[in-house]
C-alpha cells in the first residue's frame, strides 16, 4: 500500500496543475486517471482538439474568402477531413506527452485506472488501495443529456463525437446555442455543412452581455449558421445515416421537423462524480449533483476536497486550474485565493468573444450607477486589414470611483485582448489608467484603450 501526502482523482487542467503545484510544494503526490492519456477532457476531447479544428476551418474560410482580395490568386484547398482529423490528433498528442514529462519532472506517480474512495484518506485503484493524508477530487464533468434524445456518437454525437466524425455532414442541427454548440457549429459551416443552431431561449449565450450576444448572433448568421430560438426539442428520431429532430416553438406552441445527417446535442454538462462512493461517505452535494465546498475547497468530509466542474461556479478549465493551485497552497499551509468575480470567459469563434466581470444586466439589476466605454473594430487599423472590423470592445466603469466593473470584447484575438482588463481588475484599476497607458500602434489592443478614453471625454478615432 503506497502513502501520499495528496491524491488527486483527475488529471484534467484542474488535476494535473493542482499535481504540479503540490509536487512544487514539497508534497508527496499521486493523480489517479483512468484514460490511456494524461490531460482529462480538456486536452483528449475538448478544448484542445476543437481549437485546432477551429484553426484549419478559418484557413479554409481565409482562403475562400480573403485571400483573393490580398492578391492571393489561385484555386481554393479542397478538405482532406482525415488528414484534418489526424493534424488535430497530433495536437492532442503533443499536449498529453508534454503533461507526462511534467509528471516525470515533478516526480508525481501516475495512478493508473479509475478512482474510488472507501474511506476518509483512502484511494482504491483497480485491486490497490492508496493511502493520503488528503484527497482532491478533480474529476471535471461530461455531457448533459436530454430527455428523448438517445446519443450513439455517430449520428446523435455530444461535443467527443463531434471531434471525430467519419465525414464532414452535408446537414447539421445543433441542440443549445452555448460555447460548444457555437464553436463546433461554426467548424462545421465553414467546412460547407449547412447548419442550424435550435435553442430554448430567445437569446445566444445565455448569460452574456445582452448587446454582445446580439452582435455576435447576426455575424454568425452572415457567416451562414441559422438559427431557430425559443424553441423545445422533444425528440431526436436516428436513422441508419441520418436523423429527424422534433421541436416546438414554444410561443406559438407549433410543432416542427427538421433533418440532418449529424445533431450535435450541446445543452451543457453535469459533474462527474459517479462511482466515487461520495453517497456512502457523507459528502455534501448540491441539488444539481455538484459537491459543496468551503473557502478552502473543502468538502463536508474531513481531508476531502474538490475542485473544478465538480463543484459550482464556472465549467473552465482555467477556473479549475486556479482552485487546484489554491487548494494546494491551502494543503501546504499558505493561503490560497482565487478571484471569481474576475475569471474571464472565452469562446473561439471568428471573431473570437471574451467577457470578464459584469455584464450591463447584471449591473442594473443590481441597481449599481455605472458608465460605459465603447469602441469599434472599425476605427482599429490593424483589424481593418486583416478583414475582422467587425465588432467592439465595451468597459464597463463605476460612475462615480471609475474602477473597472467588467468589459466585454467581440473581435479578433477578443480571448487575449481580455487579460489586459483582468490584470487590470486584479489591482483594482480605473478606465483612466487603462486610457493613460501606451498602446503599441498598430495593434488590436489599441481598441481597449479607446473603450477606456470612452468611459472619460472620449475616443480618439471614433
Request: include cysteine; charged fraction near 25%.
Amino acid at each position: 500500500m503506497a502513502s501520499y501526502d495528496v491524491i488527486i482523482i483527475g488529471s484534467g487542467p484542474g488535476g494535473y496543475v493542482c499535481a504540479i503545484r503540490c509536487a512544487q510544494l514539497g508534497l508527496k503526490t499521486a493523480v489517479v486517471e483512468g484514460r490511456e492519456t494524461l490531460g482529462g477532457t480538456c486536452l483528449n476531447i475538448g478544448c484542445i482538439p476543437s481549437k485546432a479544428l477551429l484553426h484549419a476551418s478559418h484557413m479554409l474560410h481565409e482562403a475562400e474568402h480573403n485571400f483573393a482580395k490580398m492578391g492571393l490568386k489561385g484555386k481554393s484547398p479542397s478538405v482532406d477531413w482525415p488528414a484534418m482529423l489526424e493534424y488535430k490528433d497530433e495536437v492532442i498528442g503533443q499536449n498529453t506527452k508534454g503533461i507526462e514529462f511534467l509528471f516525470k519532472k515533478n516526480k508525481i506517480d501516475w495512478l493508473k485506472g479509475w478512482g474510488s474512495i472507501p474511506e476518509a484518506g483512502k484511494v482504491k485503484v483497480g485491486d490497490d488501495t492508496h493511502e493520503a493524508r488528503n484527497i482532491i477530487i478533480a474529476s471535471g464533468s461530461e455531457p448533459s443529456s436530454l430527455p428523448g434524445v438517445e446519443v450513439d456518437e455517430k449520428v446523435v454525437v455530444t461535443s467527443e463525437g463531434a471531434l471525430s466524425l467519419s465525414k464532414t455532414p452535408r446537414k447539421m442541427v445543433v441542440i443549445g446555442a452555448g460555447v460548444i454548440g457555437l464553436e463546433l457549429g461554426s467548424v462545421y459551416a465553414r467546412l460547407g455543412a449547412e447548419v442550424t443552431v435550435i435553442e430554448y431561449l430567445d437569446a445566444i449565450t445565455p448569460g452574456m452581455d445582452g448587446e454582445v450576444a446580439k452582435t455576435f448572433q447576426r455575424i454568425l448568421k452572415k457567416q451562414g449558421m441559422n438559427f431557430v430560438m425559443g424553441a423545445a426539442v422533444s425528440s431526436v428520431e436516428a436513422l441508419k445515416t441520418k436523423a429527424k429532430v422534433n421541436y416546438t416553438l414554444r410561443k406559438k406552441e407549433t410543432e416542427h421537423q427538421i433533418d440532418a445527417d449529424v445533431v450535435l446535442v450541446a445543452t451543457g454538462r453535469n459533474p462527474y462524480v459517479d462511482g466515487l462512493g461520495l453517497d456512502k461517505l457523507g459528502v455534501e452535494m448540491t441539488d444539481r449533483g455538484q459537491i459543496k465546498t468551503d473557502d478552502t475547497w473543502a468538502t463536508s468530509v474531513k481531508g476531502i476536497y474538490a475542485i473544478g466542474d465538480a463543484i459550482p461556479g464556472p465549467m473552465l478549465a482555467h477556473k479549475a486550474e486556479d482552485e487546484g493551485m489554491a487548494v494546494a497552497e491551502v494543503l501546504a499551509g499558505k493561503h490560497g485565493h482565487v478571484n471569481y468575480g474576475v475569471i474571464p470567459g472565452v469562446i473561439y469563434t471568428t471573431p473570437e468573444v471574451a467577457t470578464v466581470g459584469k455584464t450591463e444586466e447584471a449591473l442594473k439589476d443590481e441597481g449599481r450607477a455605472y458608465k460605459v466605454g465603447k469602441f469599434s473594430f472599425m476605427g482599429n487599423g490593424r483589424a481593418k486589414a486583416v478583414f475582422q472590423g467587425e465588432g467592439f470592445v465595451k468597459i464597463l466603469a463605476d460612475k462615480e470611483t471609475d474602477r473597472i466593473l467588467g468589459a466585454h470584447i467581440i473581435g479578433p484575438s477578443a480571448g487575449d485582448l481580455i487579460h489586459e482588463v483582468c490584470v487590470a481588475m486584479e489591482f483594482g484599476a480605473s478606465a483612466q489608467d487603462l486610457a493613460l497607458t501606451c498602446h503599441a500602434h498598430p495593434t488590436y489592443s489599441e481598441a481597449v484603450r479607446e473603450a477606456a478614453l470612452a468611459c472619460g471625454d472620449g475616443a480618439i478615432h471614433a
